[in-house]
């Protein structure tokens, strides 16, 4: 059984591939799970990689084709350098958290294979209050699909949750949640052909390359040098590299909106966007770049004055 977690920087993947693979532990399987991620940046498109067998696993690296996708949100589908799709056949559930029931993606995304969707963000909001606890709902719910049991999703949790300093409360919303998450994913196993987590791992098609490969001529090793502006542009401008060409609003799953009447100019949000994707207006109140703001809420969350609303992106 191999499963590939796609989500964003920050969403937990890494955590949801390690609850599924400590889940299977649990159940006396075989598993071996990794992420990848290099040196990216919150938002950036990240995957992760579960393996579980009866057997040693004696395959590494990257999961090409995948007998379970979870996708951690939907505006990374048509995302080229996630591309979550990708090494998909006939057979490969995909599970994407989303609003936007499976019927609807089924026809807009052509995969011929099964394709279970639910809102686990909501979900999420709802239990924790906080978007932190994707990565127990998606572990879970990967964990329920795969055919293991309640007892051995909890302890794959616990067994997770264990290295994060968590409240006791904080804790037991991961569990109520992980139980909602559970009984959800687990109504959608009455398919004809279930997954099942212990079939041995069969021979897979050589790997590919996850990431779209890096157009000709890219710049490769060359340093990047930040220009600095006069102090009304205080913020570094990435002037060389890709960058310019890059878009990272399509990282973006929740947008800054601006109440300019709460606002009183203090610039915070204007000098700590990670991306510099807040100029100044006219009257030097933020102005955003939705096509550079990648959606980190760093301005949202330092705001003194609570200026900005969010609204969830829908692709
Ligand atoms: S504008 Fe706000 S949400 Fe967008 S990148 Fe900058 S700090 Fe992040
Ligand atoms: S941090 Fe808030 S109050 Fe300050 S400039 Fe930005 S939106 Fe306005």
Redesign the pocket.
Same mark, same amino acid.
């Given at each position: 059984m191999r499963v590939r977690f796609h989500g964003r920087g920050g969403q937990g993947m890494k955590t949801a591939s390690r609850i599924l693979g400590s889940a299977a532990f649990h159940a006396g399987l075989v598993v071996q799970d990794s992420p990848v991620y290099g040196a990216e940046r919150r938002g950036a498109p990240v995957a992760a990689f579960t393996r579980i067998a009866k057997a040693a696993i004696r395959e590494r690296g990257l999961i090409a084709a995948p007998d379970l996708i979870v996708v951690a949100d939907e505006t990374l589908l048509f995302e080229p350098t996630a591309m979550p799709l990708a090494g998909c056949s006939a057979r490969t559930v995909v599970l994407i958290n989303t609003a936007t029931d499976a019927a609807a993606l089924q026809e807009r995304l052509a995969h011929l294979g099964r394709i279970e969707s639910a809102d686990f963000t909501s979900l999420v909001f709802s239990i924790t209050h906080t978007l932190v606890g994707l990565s127990t709902a998606l572990g879970v719910a990967a964990a329920a699909l795969v055919g293991l049991s309640l007892e051995e999703s909890l302890a794959g949790v616990a067994e997770e949750l264990a290295h994060a300093t968590l409240s006791r409360a904080a804790y037991e919303a991961n569990e109520r949640l992980a139980q909602e998450a559970y009984a959800l994913a687990d109504a959608w196993r009455a398919v004809p052909e279930p997954l099942d987590a212990s079939l041995a791992l069969a021979a897979e098609a050589a790997p590919t390359a996850l990431l779209a490969a890096a157009p000709a001529g890219a710049p490769g090793t060359q340093l990047v040098e930040l220009r600095f502006e006069p102090p009304a542009r205080a913020t570094p401008t990435i002037c060389v590299a890709n960058t310019p060409e890059r878009s990272t609003g399509s990282w973006?799953q929740f947008r /800054?909106l601006l109440q300019r009447d709460l606002c009183n100019a203090c610039w915070t949000?204007f000098v700590?966007? /990670?991306?510099g994707?807040?100029a100044l207006d006219e009257h030097e109140f933020p102005l955003?770049d939705y096509e550079?703001?990648?959606?980190?809420?760093?301005?949202?969350h330092e705001c003194p004055t609570h200026a900005f609303a969010t609204e969830k992106e829908v692709r």
């Amino acid at each position: 059984m191999r499963v590939r977690f796609h989500g964003r920087g920050g969403q937990g993947m890494k955590t949801a591939s390690r609850i599924l693979g400590s889940a299977a532990f649990h159940a006396g399987l075989v598993v071996q799970d990794s992420p990848v991620y290099g040196a990216e940046r919150r938002g950036a498109p990240v995957a992760a990689f579960t393996r579980i067998a009866k057997a040693a696993i004696r395959e590494r690296g990257l999961i090409a084709a995948p007998d379970l996708i979870v996708v951690a949100d939907e505006t990374l589908l048509f995302e080229p350098t996630a591309m979550p799709l990708a090494g998909c056949s006939a057979r490969t559930v995909v599970l994407i958290n989303t609003a936007t029931d499976a019927a609807a993606l089924q026809e807009r995304l052509a995969h011929l294979g099964r394709i279970e969707s639910a809102d686990f963000t909501s979900l999420v909001f709802s239990i924790t209050h906080t978007l932190v606890g994707l990565s127990t709902a998606l572990g879970v719910a990967a964990a329920a699909l795969v055919g293991l049991s309640l007892e051995e999703s909890l302890a794959g949790v616990a067994e997770e949750l264990a290295h994060a300093t968590l409240s006791r409360a904080a804790y037991e919303a991961n569990e109520r949640l992980a139980q909602e998450a559970y009984a959800l994913a687990d109504a959608w196993r009455a398919v004809p052909e279930p997954l099942d987590a212990s079939l041995a791992l069969a021979a897979e098609a050589a790997p590919t390359a996850l990431l779209a490969a890096a157009p000709a001529g890219a710049p490769g090793t060359q340093l990047v040098e930040l220009r600095f502006e006069p102090p009304a542009r205080a913020t570094p401008t990435i002037c060389v590299a890709n960058t310019p060409e890059r878009s990272t609003g399509s990282w973006r799953q929740f947008r /800054p909106l601006l109440q300019r009447d709460l606002c009183n100019a203090c610039w915070t949000c204007f000098v700590l966007c /990670p991306e510099g994707a807040i100029a100044l207006d006219e009257h030097e109140f933020p102005l955003i770049d939705y096509e550079v703001c990648k959606g980190c809420l760093v301005c949202v969350h330092e705001c003194p004055t609570h200026a900005f609303a969010t609204e969830k992106e829908v692709r």
